[in-house]
């Protein structure tokens, strides 16, 4: 093979890889909703689920089933298996958008500070016992806290009525120090229980996943999920610099705005529902660009699906592996992601040396 076949045959491989992964991982990804959905203290098998998820369409069913499985499947089990879905999809798809921001595979949307901003909101609302709107509360503070992190770091973005990237970079560290500095002045200041209340959503959880919480947080997380992938060709010129993007056509200016909004809006809503969850927005993307490439128009989607596939499957294992106790998933994902993310670093510095 010629030199000059080589990277042509690559291209071809990639695209390859890209479409058998898009077929292959809505099927992994059904088949991690299915078997989610049935594992836990009361067993419903997978010819059950299906059943019970095809009833109300008037299918007849699969497997007889009983009336307490459909109950717990629908009641406890599928809202947070759907919340699970929806969180890993948005930050896998919001990291992998700020990667491309930032032409960067190691850039993370908690760069914004959205994470730290909304962690110092839920701090303060247990601490200080805010309850404005009751059972919400947390939950709307932290989306608040958010947003406001994120208004202040677009602030201080601006150069000249342009958003600059580094600035904003270097805006998102400031801010990140500045709510984890609020955030442990809170910790301090906890009782006992307030601390524990704080520590396991700072770890993050779906434990309190409701339909009313799914509902809620759903329309902000698709926003992001079908938002950002819009942005692709966007976000393709921009890999190769601004100056070349802005030449293509590319309003640039425009679109870091919409990215860093979409992104800013999905991770703050999933934050807000579940917590701080860790490592899917940086590891997920890293992986799915090694698998499909990095054409952002098959990155994104493919990101989003092997993102909420991760997510549902560290969910489950946080909820069965300590019966009838519960792992915080951010604890699940770290231990996941971490040496992964590791193993992926020391093969990528073993081919630069190749």
């Not at 369409?57 to 307490?68: N, S």
């Not at 896998?92 to 921001?101: E, F, N, S």
Request: positive net charge; glycine residues 10%; charged residues 10%.
């Amino acid at each position: 093979m010629s030199l000059s076949s080589a990277p042509a045959s690559a291209v071809s491989r990639q695209r390859v890889r890209a479409r058998w992964a898009l077929a292959l991982l809505p099927l992994v990804l059904l088949a991690a909703v299915v078997f989610a959905v049935g594992t836990g203290a009361v067993h419903i098998a997978p010819a059950q689920v299906v059943s019970i998820l095809l009833a109300p369409l008037g299918v007849p069913p699969l497997a007889a089933y009983e009336d307490q499985q459909a109950a717990v499947l629908y009641a406890i089990r599928l809202p947070r298996v759907v919340l699970g879905l929806l969180v890993g999809a948005g930050l896998a798809v919001a990291g992998t958008a700020m990667q491309g921001l930032f032409r960067n595979p190691l850039a993370d949307p908690g760069l914004l500070g959205i994470s730290s901003g909304a962690s110092l909101a839920a701090a303060m609302s247990v601490v200080l016992g805010i309850h404005l709107f009751g059972s919400y509360t947390l939950p709307v503070m932290a989306f608040l806290g958010s947003v406001v992190a994120t208004v202040i770091i677009y602030v201080l973005a601006q150069d000249r009525g342009r958003m600059n990237v580094a600035t904003m970079l270097l805006a998102g560290i400031a801010v990140n120090a500045l709510c984890g500095a609020g955030t442990g002045l809170m910790t301090y200041l906890a009782t006992d229980e307030q601390l524990r209340s704080i520590t396991f959503w700072q770890l993050g959880s779906l434990g309190g996943a409701t339909w009313p919480t799914v509902l809620s947080a759903a329309p902000l997380l698709l926003i992001g999920v079908l938002g950002l992938p819009l942005l692709a060709r966007a976000l393709n010129a921009l890999t190769l610099g601004e100056s070349s993007a802005a030449h293509l056509g590319i309003p640039v200016t425009a679109v870091k705005w919409a990215v860093v909004g979409l992104v800013a809006l999905s991770v703050g809503a999933g934050v807000a529902v579940a917590g701080a969850i860790g490592f899917v927005g940086l590891v997920v993307p890293h992986l799915m660009r090694l698998l499909t490439g990095p054409n952002h128009a098959t990155l994104l989607p493919a990101s989003a699906l092997a993102g909420a596939t991760l997510l549902v499957l560290a969910d489950l294992l946080a909820r069965t592996i300590v019966m009838p106790s519960e792992l915080p998933i951010g604890i699940v994902t770290a231990l996941l992601g971490a040496p992964f993310f590791l193993y992926l670093l020391r093969q990528g510095r073993k081919g630069e040396r190749l």
